[in-house]
Nanobody, 124 residues
Framework: QVQLVESGGGLVQPGGSLRLSCAASGFSLDYRRIGWFRQAPGKEREGVLCLSRSSGDTYYTDSVKGRFTISRDRAKNTAYLQMNSLKPDDTAVYYC?????????????????WGQGTQVTVSS
């Protein structure tokens, strides 16, 4: 069964950190584009970060540059989103997604498999 499962969300104070996990089953994350998206209440889903399949480069939306990074553990078939210096505006449901397409995209239409999402709340 092809599946992506996110975990690691929660409540954190402004300035704090969280690491989200995206565990894949039924397929390998190797040689796939990996994207992280988020959706805040009343807002459209937005792309946050993309790891390119072809180059291995990472692309960030401006609001998270210098604060968010992606990594992966091939042995665990899991990708991670490390979020530092969190702000209240980062509050959202976070999703990971994958695609076999080359390059990177922040359009949700360019991704095939999606996780169920994990809630991140940044509040004092």
């Amino acid at each position: 069964q092809v599946q992506l499962v996110e975990s690691g969300g929660g409540l954190v104070q402004p300035g704090g950190s969280l690491r989200l996990s995206c565990a894949a089953s039924g397929f390998s994350l190797d040689y796939r584009r990996i994207g992280w998206f988020r959706q805040a209440p009343g807002k459209e889903r937005e792309g946050v970060l993309c790891l390119s399949r072809s180059s291995g480069d990472t692309y960030y939306t401006d609001s998270v540059k210098g604060r968010f990074t992606i990594s992966r553990d091939r042995a665990k078939n899991t990708a991670y989103l490390q979020m530092n210096s969190l702000k209240p505006d980062d509050t959202a449901v976070y999703y990971c997604a994958t695609s076999t397409l080359y390059g990177c995209s922040f359009s949700s239409r360019d991704y095939t498999y999606w996780g169920q999402g994990t809630q991140v709340t940044v509040s004092s």
